[in-house]
């Protein structure tokens, strides 16, 4: 039985960048579809608003370890392989993609009915009016959200694990397995998340305190 | 698509589901007590309680489910304190609640005026009493809707508690796909449940705040966004 | 052709009818002030002009365009038509020239340094030239409001509607955006606005509009309609509103 020393801490800070970098790409790619839900949840159409908002609440209520257990093992029985990489990003870019789009949704209907007229008046079209207008001020609006959002996906990142993605948590179980000394390998794991998760929590916070006391000067 | 193998085996899903809502509703019920002790705590007494509560809200609040509950279950025995999977799951969910719900209530009470402090104790109220009717009832009524989606979100996260061997929904999902081979028609099916508990529970703390809170309409309802356990 | 043509326009929300049957015509260079009591249906009648409120039934047609929902023929429309709202409604995300600058840079197509110029020009007619580079949060309400006609200017209109547009004003700030309407109306800007100030309805504009419950109540030479109000509503209102 080997002991808990500097190459499994080592090793365990690997699985912790593996952590940023899911976390990143699940962003990215769910960032993209978000917006797309939540432009199409503002759309003039019924149809698209529907679309959107049935998939908005069905994603928001269901487990993320079931989106993950359904592109990862559903997908392999119906014959597409999917890597656990892949599989985790998917999953977690579905999972931020439900979220992001709700919370984007709502900065962007925060942004003043008058600015829609007014830019409407000078003849701009809808993507322009959402391109020079609405997204510049719903952008600014929504940081706070956004990044309060971005603590949760770390947190969610660590279920991914369970597909045998090396990321933060498995990491640490792995070693675990090794070592039998989960004390201090959970609190090692325990206090990174908390290092990644902790200054997000505290900008995001801070960006709200701006955002107030701009909005009421 | 063949269902027929996965509903065949009805009675271990509803087990299951049992076990997901006992599980659930037990780390709701706790974890408001909880959190209206801290949430007192953190007022009436001094300052270094203040920090205590502070430290262990930030501390759930940025460290992943998962961690917190292996913590508890392979953490703990090193140390001496021992307990199964399901005890360590329900101690799991109501520390995690607990201080999710300690920071929403504390906003809502943050949204109580000073004045109406000051009008409860001008009516001879004990501090007690000030704190049950005239800070906690409105302040309760306020943040409910937030509390409803947060308890929603800590019954999904529930589903993480099969990574300790609890047959709740999601680990009853794991036996009958290894049993049947049948993985996608299994999360499909489990999948659906969830959906069904979750719209439900929603439907449900919705009306119980209703009927609890029967000013909840008549006051201005405090926009804290829950987030995920 | 008239620049604004209104014929027998109705227009409801939901049950309530704010417009029973509207009428008028707007010659090239006339300026018609609407006025009436809140709820009596001047704005709106405003606000279908520019197409922002849709019309049940009847007719509009401004400088030359038709008046419906397409949104490609609304945005023609609109290039010829500006409108100055009550809250002034600058962009606060740019700068002053920025706001006045972004319409005719990316829908008329006019180049930067062109841009920058005719932007000049309009702060220039406003008033304001040391404020290209400001943000309107750092612009006190009359400038703001100033700022809002130079940006509709800036499209080179040729009609202007105004909706209340001092309503929102402390007392001292309302001069100085009436000033500017007055010289425009000067320069022969054919002007449409809705108003409280009956001194300016009554100096400046042509043509003098009295609405009530949802149609045109009184109408005439300004003057005429001031000294000689012929309904009761209208005496009730002018005595009423007379500052």
């Not at chain 2, 309680?49 to 913590?71: K, S």
Request: charged letters at 15%; proline letters at 4%.
């Amino acid at each position: 039985m080997t002991t808990f020393g500097w190459p499994e801490a080592y090793f365990i800070l690997r699985g912790a960048s593996w952590t940023i970098a899911l976390t990143v790409i699940a962003f990215v790619i769910g960032g993209l579809i978000g917006g797309v839900f939540a432009i199409m949840r503002l759309s003039r159409s019924k149809l698209l608003r529907r679309i959107a908002a049935g998939y908005i609440l069905v994603i928001q209520s269901i487990p993320v370890l079931m989106v993950l257990f359904m592109s990862y093992y559903g997908l392999s029985a119906a014959g597409i392989e999917l890597p656990p990489f892949l599989a985790a990003s998917a999953s977690l870019a579905i999972y931020a993609s439900a979220y992001l789009a709700e919370i984007w949704r709502g900065s962007i209907e925060s942004v003043p009915r008058q600015q829609w007229e007014a830019s409407a008046s000078l003849a701009l079209t809808t993507p322009q009016q959402y391109r020079y207008i609405i997204l510049p001020q719903a952008i600014r609006i929504s940081l706070p959200p956004t990044v309060g959002f971005l603590v949760q996906l770390v947190k969610n990142t660590s279920i991914v694990q369970v597909v045998g993605f090396v990321d933060l948590m498995r990491a640490g179980m792995l070693v675990n397995n090794a070592t039998y000394q989960a004390f201090q390998i959970f609190t090692l794991v325990g206090a990174i998340y908390f290092a990644i998760c902790f200054p997000l929590s505290r900008l995001s916070r801070h960006l709200e305190k701006v955002m107030n006391a701009s909005r009421s000067h | 698509m063949l269902f027929q193998d996965v509903i065949s085996r009805w009675p271990m899903i509803l087990n299951g589901v049992m076990l997901t809502l006992t599980l659930s509703f037990v780390a709701i019920g706790l974890g408001i007590v909880l959190a209206t002790l801290l949430t007192g705590l953190r007022s009436l007494a001094g300052a270094w309680a203040g920090y205590i509560v502070d430290a262990y809200v930030e501390l759930m609040r940025n460290t992943p489910f998962l961690v917190q509950l292996f913590m508890i279950f392979f953490g703990l025995p090193q140390i001496g304190i021992r307990m199964n999977g399901l005890e360590a799951s329900l101690l799991a969910m109501t520390l995690n609640l607990a201080a999710y719900s300690t920071e929403i209530i504390r906003a809502g009470v943050d949204s109580i005026h000073k004045s109406q402090i000051e009008a409860g104790l001008a009516l001879a109220m004990s501090k007690r009493q000030v704190l049950q009717y005239v800070v906690l009832q409105p302040a309760f009524a306020r943040v409910w809707p937030a509390l409803s989606s947060q308890f929603v979100l800590m019954m999904l996260a529930s589903s993480i508690c099969s990574f300790v061997s609890v047959q709740e929904l999601s680990g009853t999902a794991a036996i009958i796909e290894a049993d049947t081979f049948r993985s996608f028609e299994t999360y499909i099916v489990v999948t659906l449940i969830y959906l069904v508990l979750a719209l439900s529970l929603k439907l449900f703390l919705n009306w119980l705040g209703h009927r609890i809170f029967p000013q909840v309409s008549g006051l201005a309802r405090l926009d804290t966004k829950a987030e995920a356990a | 052709m008239p620049a604004v043509l209104i014929e027998n326009v109705h227009k409801s929300f939901g049950d309530l009818e704010v417009l029973k049957g509207v009428s008028v015509t707007v010659e090239s260079g006339q300026v018609v002030a609407l006025i009436g009591r809140s709820g009596s249906g001047k704005s709106t009648l405003l606000r279908c002009i520019n197409g922002l409120e849709a019309i049940n039934s009847g007719r509009i047609e401004v400088a030359g365009h038709v008046v419906d929902q397409d949104q490609k023929r609304l945005r023609e429309l609109r290039k010829d038509v500006g409108i100055v709202f009550q809250s002034y409604n600058l962009f606060p995300h740019l700068t002053v020239g920025q706001n006045i600058m972004l319409s005719p840079r990316i829908t008329q197509n006019v180049p930067t340094a062109q841009a920058e110029k005719l932007a000049k020009d309009v702060l220039a007619q406003v008033g304001l030239s040391e404020k290209f580079d400001s943000y309107p949060d750092n612009l006190s309400g009359g400038q703001q409001q100033r700022v809002a006609i130079a940006r509709s200017l800036a499209m080179q209109p040729k009609v202007m509607l105004f909706d209340e547009v001092t309503s929102a004003l402390d007392p001292e700030l309302t001069g100085e955006v009436l000033l500017v309407m007055e010289k425009l109306a000067k320069d022969g800007m054919t002007m449409l606005l809705v108003t409280h100030e009956m001194a300016f309805a009554r100096n400046v504009a042509s043509t003098t509009i009295f609405m009530h419950q949802g149609k045109i109540w009184e109408s005439g030479a300004s003057k005429e309609v001031f000294a000689n109000p012929q309904t009761p509503e209208m005496l009730n209102f002018v005595s009423a509103g007379a500052k």
